[in-house]
């Protein structure tokens, strides 16, 4: 009998909300006796400005392999393809360094496509999690791109599922193990009690608000597509929610061509009006965000969670514009234009529906596990063929 | 009646072989009402050791928007992986100079990733020519991955756009304009004497041959994916050909990870064995090397010209390797493993049967015009869903 | 007769600070019939956190050659050295498009250093502004290093011509032109009124102030070397002048390692404590910024204006810490160490003491049209050895 | 009483030259016990096309730390910019993963700076070894500046001290050491027969020679600061050598902008006339090198090792042109134009002259011991102030 050494996996994780969504995985690959886990942190997960998830991930119990810098500063698209040409020349010599048997990459942000490239154009098994999935801006483009760069696909859901496979990859590379994500809000789900002090605990700006008697939450990105427009659609989205007067809980948007724009949008906004019913975050740890979600009368804005987790956890959103465009709904989802009128009625009659039932339809509670499990058994091959 | 200006098309050439393969194109665009060229010369098309592909390009009359140096040197695939992240950090500073209106990128080397990045995440739609074939390296990957970045798909042959529709793209922003390497051929077809002295043209290594007897040309590059046998599969071609005695005429290797592995293989074999019936070239005008290939009694190696023009001129091919697998071959092409005697028998095979039909699979002669015509015609749309 | 064509002079522009100095000289070189200007503006000057000093720049008239984004973001000294690494590959692009005659580079921040070098290694005769000063941080090490790599040396005092030519310089290529921030000073100090609405041309956070009984000015920027002190520093500022109760105007720090630090002390610290007295602001244009420091009580903090246009203005300085450290100074200044009681105190004296008698030590006021004519003049030789 | 930890003292060595001339101050750290060598290989040092200097690095018994890929390939002095920001970006990363006590760089290379940059940058105290000399090129302005950024000084002769001293630097930070390539050439000198077949050990090109009679070695680099006329200069020189009619070893230029036109020129040469008593060498183990010379007739060319090295042997030098202008020489040196009948004349009187007597004008043979000494005795100081 022969004992072999661990695989060693690296995951790089670039952003926040990519760390929140894959964190029972890190867990389960970190516990897991035949692998090793290398986790690089890049891009704005090390940024204050971002909300510096990288205590978040130490404070979680991770030691941290390598961190890498790479977010180029301008208000452009430019910098976003060179924040990622950046990305592939550290990413390289950070995997020449650690020499992975595997490197995992995670969903579809514009900076993933530099660790997809790094690890294949240096023969090294790449792992895509979350692939397989419609949205309705650049990052259909690099999500689907990462797929065919990539050697074996972890997906969240059976739709993805069946989108990959009719990308042209062969079936047996192809698992739906469903979303990571899920597995905070399955313990959150269990026991939804919002039983700490988040003014307290998180700080941000403005007044402490009474939560008593319900409250929204707010979480709106710029579109890559819409660049533009970022400033204008952040504008009728606090116009809405200010004409309403319920308490709200507004998260800051994370790093992207456009995040100027909203932010300064949020920022002028907030200067020129007294807001006395809103609170601004600009992060928090995961489940005590989803034990936020789970008591919110309605969640507003354009992030995924809302299409995830939400739909688990069958709270109800409003969701706004063109950003989860193409993906896979739960019965909690209502969808409006960028229109001011449109966003104010649909939060009405969604706090008056209610929550929802739980819908399974990204997964139901053990991703972790299952992918950790994956990545032990998959072969180690990175040449592939298109299957027709 | 309004005018408008002529749209910017940027075409990209990052290697002396892209540069033959899109000629005619590159001609046709220049000379189009509806389109100004911006041509953009970098990689390994600048540089001395990979035969200075630029002088030709100036030769031909085009003028260059210009030149990008991103070639880092280096024997191993992580310099693959920063000389890409180094040309999308100076195409991305090109395009917001030159402001293109479309950018076009050309085929499947692995550089040719950074100009899909660049003018994607810049919003800049991106035209891809010779997508949706099928080969067996690093290239497949690459290959469809821009696929996937890509706007509007020009391709070369029915097998590629069948593909690219498979791969769920809009079938009506793909085109199928044949091969624009074919429209040289076709004037090389009409009128094929070889009427130059191509050692006074060329000059090159080794004694002056005598042609009139016939001869073969080998043209065999490195596989990316077998990355560390490079130096041993070319050492038993050189042993195949070195053992027939035949006129030979041989031109090196582009640049890729393990060029030096090949490079160093003939180096050494011609420094240890006296070869006086090979001749080496770094280079040649692409009109005088289909003209030395039309009256060649066999390629050997694994260029995708056999697979190409070869198919349209019906000259015998025999091909070596996993490179051209899964292309779409005419009846001209025999192929065979990494093995010195299987190498030998089917260069005699060849060699004996001579001249094929000629086989219009990859285009009829008139690509170059139709891809003017596509660029000239096609929407300016940088946004896409996957179809299915 | 012969004709020819004009010199065409690159200046590179890559922080707010640097544009104000070198305004007049900018005008002056864009009016001189022998000279063209190319404005390059690069680093923070494009950056909406440092006051997007690009929009100044073309308000007043300049047009823009080339823009460089080349900060990376990170609260940290690598990427002040990634910043620099990137800027050369940048600039090396934008000098081999614009082929000037001679590159111009202003003082000594550590991102200047990325001009000299692409400059001189590209063998381009290279002018440096405001050399042979002595000050207390990594620009020292910086200042005097592109003094050997620059080929002319236009400074702004005698003290500073008498050091660059004991660097070694050959004394022809070292002229004291006086500093063109003197020169905007000169016209303030000829109409002295504050006769605009600072706070309703520039906005800024915090109440309206009632300027008419005296106000401070504050402005105080970290010290590279003293990274890890930077928040502490700023504190004991703030808590100094905080406990002062006059009108205070704080200046927001450019971009530096270090200034995160800064910049979160004077955010937390605002958030913290009610300071009706404070109003911060982020930049303000070059002219309307002396006249504020003209009718200011004193100048606190650690900036170069405290030493240079205060001089000539004879406005009281409280000059904090080290980064100041060598350079001449003219009666003004009083200098204090980090250290609340002491800032207080000097504060205090300063303010009964009033305004000080002009000096010239940086200049009288002509040193852009000496810039200009010394440019049109000097020798393009990039060929250079020490004189011992 | 306290035990310390070894300081790691992290040397950069990016090119073969550099290595041959601090290898002993290298076995000399490594050896040291207050000292713990982090050898990083970058540059040309790890390419194939200069030699692959690391294999001898590997050979001679260090362990490499990290290496280092930033050569970008380009014909021009552009690429030499690019490749220095490349070393920026890629040491401050090696620098953050090492954290090293101390950083040192040798000598004058242009991609020194990078080096030079990272280091002081990042607040690492910075040794510069051989600053202080005087040379007519690109090398004169790099050595200098790097003075001017580091902190502590070793250098190779009376007369580097005194410049570097005048430079501004504090007098208890420059130390002389002598050369470490003497150190070698002690060795050859106490037993210089030449007792190995240098055409067995290193191949290289061209017929193998009867030494038994003598031989000239030439070895001639190009000049940046002349870098269109590099093809010229080789050319000059190679009429000159190839009319003598001695036997004659000639190694290959190191990698410099122009270092093509001097590779051209003598591959073209070499395959234009029949060169019979000429052998070329790419590269050769220092002691071996050394042994080479001590038995040659001549050394011809411009290398910097006629003015060391050769002044410690005693052997005859030609020097041509501007490289080594203004460096100390022994008796041993003749100094000539580029100009074919001066080379001609020059190697004749030389050759006729025979050994010249030794000097000591780069040192003793103890600098490798002299240099770790001082690296475990010198301050850990990154901040500085100018003298004067």
Same mark, same amino acid.
């Given at each position: 009998?022969?004992?072999?050494?661990?695989?060693?996996?690296?995951? &790089? #994780?670039?952003?926040?909300?990519?760390?929140? *969504?894959?964190? =029972? /995985?890190? !867990?389960? $690959?970190? @516990?897991?006796?035949?692998?090793?886990?290398?986790? &690089? #942190?890049?891009?704005?997960?090390?940024?204050? *400005?971002?909300? =510096? /998830?990288? !205590?978040? $991930?130490? @404070?979680?119990?991770?030691?941290?392999?390598?961190? &890498?810098?790479?977010?180029?500063?301008?208000?452009?698209?430019?910098?976003? /393809?060179?924040?990622?040409?950046?990305?592939?020349?550290?990413?390289?010599?950070?995997?020449?360094?650690?020499?992975?048997?595997?490197?995992?990459?995670?969903?579809?942000?514009?900076?993933?496509?530099?660790?997809?490239?790094?690890?294949?154009?240096?023969?090294?098994?790449?792992?895509?999690?979350?692939?397989?999935?419609?949205?309705?801006?650049?990052?259909?483009?690099?999500?689907?791109?990462?797929?065919?760069?990539?050697?074996?696909?972890?997906?969240?859901?059976?739709?993805?599922?069946?989108?990959?496979?009719?990308?042209?990859?062969?079936?047996?590379?192809?698992?739906?193990?469903?979303?990571?994500?899920?597995?905070?809000?399955?313990?959150?789900?269990?026991?939804?009690?919002?039983?700490?002090?988040?003014?307290?605990?998180?700080?941000?700006?403005?007044?402490?608000?009474?939560?008593?008697?319900?409250?929204?939450?707010?979480?709106?990105?710029?579109?890559?597509?819409?660049?533009?427009?970022?400033?204008?659609?952040?504008?009728?989205?606090?116009?809405?929610?200010?004409?309403?007067?319920?308490?709200?809980?507004?998260?800051?948007?994370?790093?992207?061509?456009?995040?100027?724009?909203?932010?300064?949008?949020?920022?002028?906004?907030?200067?020129?009006?007294?807001?006395?019913?809103?609170?601004?975050?600009?992060?928090?740890?995961?489940?005590?965000?989803?034990?936020?979600?789970?008591?919110?009368?309605?969640?507003?804005?354009?992030?995924?969670?809302?299409?995830?987790?939400?739909?688990?956890?069958?709270?109800?959103?409003?969701?706004?514009?063109?950003?989860?465009?193409?993906?896979?709904?739960?019965?909690?989802?209502?969808?409006?234009?960028?229109?001011?009128?449109?966003?104010?009625?649909?939060?009405?009659?969604?706090?008056?529906?209610?929550?929802?039932?739980?819908?399974?339809?990204?997964?139901?509670?053990?991703?972790?596990?299952?992918?950790?499990?994956?990545?032990?058994?998959?072969?180690?091959?990175?040449?592939?063929?298109?299957?027709?």
């Amino acid at each position: 009998m022969t004992t072999t050494a661990p695989r060693k996996v690296c995951v &790089v #994780v670039t952003a926040r909300p990519s760390y929140s *969504r894959i964190k =029972t /995985a890190l !867990h389960a $690959i970190d @516990a897991h006796p035949e692998l090793t886990l290398q986790l &690089v #942190v890049a891009g704005s997960a090390l940024l204050e *400005r971002y909300g =510096t /998830a990288v !205590h978040y $991930i130490e @404070a979680d119990g991770f030691s941290i392999a390598a961190r &890498v810098f790479n977010v180029l500063e301008g208000e452009n698209l430019t910098a976003q /393809a060179k924040t990622t040409g950046l990305g592939i020349m550290e990413l390289s010599s950070v995997f020449a360094n650690l020499q992975p048997d595997v490197v995992v990459t995670v969903a579809d942000r514009f900076e993933t496509m530099a660790t997809a490239i790094a690890a294949s154009y240096m023969n090294i098994p790449l792992v895509h999690i979350q692939g397989g999935e419609v949205t309705g801006n650049i990052d259909e483009k690099v999500r689907h791109a990462i797929t065919k760069l990539a050697d074996r696909h972890l997906v969240a859901s059976e739709d993805a599922r069946q989108r990959v496979i009719r990308l042209g990859e062969v079936p047996e590379t192809v698992v739906n193990t469903g979303c990571p994500s899920i597995d905070l809000a399955a313990a959150v789900r269990a026991s939804p009690a919002l039983d700490f002090d988040l003014f307290a605990r998180y700080g941000g700006v403005g007044e402490r608000l009474d939560l008593s008697g319900g409250y929204l939450v707010v979480m709106q990105h710029p579109v890559t597509t819409e660049y533009a427009d970022a400033r204008r659609h952040i504008e009728l989205t606090l116009a809405a929610v200010a004409s309403l007067n319920l308490p709200t809980l507004w998260f800051w948007p994370n790093v992207d061509a456009g995040s100027d724009g909203t932010s300064k949008g949020i920022r002028v906004y907030r200067e020129r009006y007294r807001l006395p019913h809103f609170h601004f975050f600009k992060n928090m740890e995961g489940s005590d965000f989803l034990r936020v979600l789970a008591n919110a009368r309605c969640l507003v804005g354009n992030s995924s969670v809302g299409i995830r987790e939400c739909a688990y956890l069958g709270v109800p959103v409003v969701n706004i514009g063109t950003r989860q465009d193409g993906r896979q709904r739960g019965p909690n989802v209502r969808d409006v234009p960028y229109d001011t009128e449109a966003i104010v009625a649909a939060i009405q009659q969604q706090v008056a529906h209610g929550l929802f039932p739980p819908s399974n339809v990204y997964g139901g509670g053990a991703a972790g596990a299952m992918i950790a499990a994956e990545l032990a058994r998959m072969g180690l091959s990175f040449s592939k063929r298109i299957t027709y």
